[in-house]
């Protein structure tokens, strides 16, 4: 059974930073992209961030460039989403979530794209 397990949300104030982590099982890690997005309160989803199988390659939306970080460790099937100086604007439910196509890159890919999903971290931050 596939399963992801986000972790490490919580509330913090505006210019601090979480780290979130995705704990996988259920698949062969190393073959898949998988992607952090999350949906703030009466809006669509958002693909925040992705990190490619095959050479570790990052993607990240305009909104969080140069402030989130997104890493994965292979030996632990566990993806992390460093998230600094924080604005308000990032409160939402962060997921991870697996993209559907073993081997294939997550570039420009949409939520709709990605077929297994954790349950959810809220981060919440203040101003």
């Known amino acids: 059974e596939v399963q992801l397990v986000e972790s490490g949300g919580g509330l913090v104030q505006a210019g601090g930073s979480l780290r979130l982590s995705c704990a996988t099982s259920?698949?062969?890690?190393?073959?898949?992209?998988i992607a952090w997005i999350r949906q703030a309160p009466g809006k669509e989803r958002e693909v925040v961030s992705c990190?490619?199988?095959?050479?570790?390659?990052?993607y990240y939306g305009d909104s969080v460039k140069g402030r989130f970080a997104i890493s994965r460790d292979n030996a632990k099937n566990t993806v992390y989403l460093q998230m600094n100086s924080l604005k308000p604007e990032d409160t939402a439910d962060y997921y991870c979530?697996?993209?559907?196509?073993?081997?294939?890159?997550?570039?420009?890919?949409?939520?709709?794209?990605?077929?297994?999903w954790g349950q959810g971290t809220q981060v919440t931050v203040s101003s």
């Open positions: 259920g698949f062969t890690f190393d073959d898949y992209a």
């Open positions: 990190i490619d199988s095959f050479d570790g390659s990052a």
């Open positions: 979530a697996r993209f559907l196509e073993r081997g294939h890159s997550c570039y420009a890919r949409k939520t709709y794209e990605y077929n297994y």
